[in-house]
T-cell receptor, first 108, second 116 residues
Framework: DAKTTQPTSMDCAEGRAANLPCNHS???????VYWYRQIHSQGPQYIIH???NNETNEMASLIITEDRKSSTLILPHATLRDTAVYYC?????????FGAGTRLTVKP | DAGITQSPRHKVTETGTPVTLRCHQT?????MYWYRQDPGHGLRLIHY???????DKGEVSDGYSVSRSKTEDFLLTLESATSSQTSVYFC???????????????FGDGTRLSIL
């Protein structure tokens, strides 16, 4: 029972913004949206999380729709080192349930 | 990087032998977690700890035990390893704030375990 739906793969040109979508139509009112990424053979890396307001940090921006049924992770200026699998997770507390994620390939 | 060290980073062992994986943190975080990652299954929670000597089971706890005698160390033990436990094991930590429970988890770099 996947709580989130993400595209399997995406490409992005180096230096351009990468916009990664996530659908979470069954999200409940107290569930947060988290984004992680995993670069081959490394542990998942936390990127950002939010409840209903848009969030920004040094890595990325998170845009959550007003109805909270979907969100978009934005990497403003993608580099080759941003090539990874990106995971969108909804959670109140407890363990992180990682799905298959989106494989983002940044191309020169 | 969160101060998490997993050891060993790689291990090959035989079926039936005991194996212990160690997770060490320098962040003084209350919560610690053990996950395994397998193709087609994503990350699955094995056990977690919410304090010294306080642990609980996760989704795939059968065949595994854990111990936490100090805040900084969380050990995962396979009492009698089986080939189905060949996997990549990740430790994670998180803090806990009364006002905001939704603190993210931060992961170590994993232990690649092969059981022949």
């Amino acid at each position: 029972d996947a709580k989130t739906t993400q595209p399997t793969s995406m490409d992005c040109a180096e230096g351009r913004a990468a916009n990664l979508p996530c659908n979470h139509s069954t999200i409940s009112g107290n569930e947060y949206v988290y984004w992680y990424r995993q670069i081959h053979s490394q542990g998942p890396q936390y990127i950002i999380h939010g409840l209903k307001n848009n969030e920004t940090n040094e890595m990325a921006s998170l845009i959550i729709t007003e109805d909270r049924k979907s969100s978009t992770l934005i990497l403003p200026h993608a580099t080759l080192r941003d090539t990874a699998v990106y995971y969108c997770i909804v959670r109140v507390e407890g363990d992180m349930r990682f799905g298959a994620g989106t494989r983002l390939t940044v191309k020169p | 990087d969160a101060g998490i060290t997993q050891s060993p980073r790689h291990k090959v062992t035989e079926t039936g032998t005991p194996v212990t994986l160690r997770c060490h943190q320098t962040e003084n975080h209350r919560y610690m977690y053990w996950y395994r990652q397998d193709p087609g299954h994503g990350l699955r929670l094995i056990h977690y700890s919410y304090g010294v000597k306080d642990t609980d089971k996760g989704e795939v706890s059968d065949g595994y035990s854990v111990s936490r005698s100090k805040t900084e160390d969380f050990l995962l033990t396979l009492e009698s390893a089986t080939s189905s436990q060949t996997s990549v094991y990740f430790c994670a930590i998180s803090t806990y704030l009364t006002r905001d429970k939704n603190q993210p988890q931060h992961f170590g770099d994993g232990t690649r375990l092969s059981i022949l």
